[in-house]
């Protein structure tokens, strides 16, 4: 299985941005997706997560600005980020997780926001 990711960059604070992961190479739909990040010189966490089911889990500093959700077929992800802030500034990492094939991540993408 291979999670491709797209849609970071550079924004300033306040904008928007929305990343795009799509999952390929296995006919088994991931039970769970989601979104990571890591800011340098942290650990990595959790930004969201949502099930094939549509039980959406949001870290505390993003809820209310940021959205996930997938696509019909469930093998892409979308990461909404809205009225972002420069401590959103981080390296985005894509994550699918298969009782089949076990857990997989995504190349990171680079998430930038500017004061």
């Known amino acids: 299985v291979q999670l491709q990711a797209s849609g970071g960059g550079l924004v300033q604070a306040g904008g928007s941005l929305r990343l795009s992961c799509a999952a390929s190479?296995?006919?088994?739909?991931?039970?769970?997706m989601g979104w990571y990040r890591q800011a340098p010189g942290k650990e990595r966490e959790l930004v969201a997560t949502i099930t094939g089911g549509g039980i959406i889990n949001y870290a505390d500093s993003v809820k209310g600005r940021f959205t996930i959700s997938r696509n019909r077929s469930g093998n892409t992800v979308y990461l909404q980020m809205n009225s972002l802030e420069p401590e959103d500034t981080a390296v985005y990492y894509c994550?699918?997780?298969?009782?089949?094939?076990?857990?997989?991540w995504g190349h990171g993408t680079q998430v930038t926001v500017s004061s």
């Open positions: 190479g296995s006919s088994s739909r991931a039970v769970v």
């Open positions: 994550n699918a997780a298969s009782a089949v094939w076990g857990s997989r």
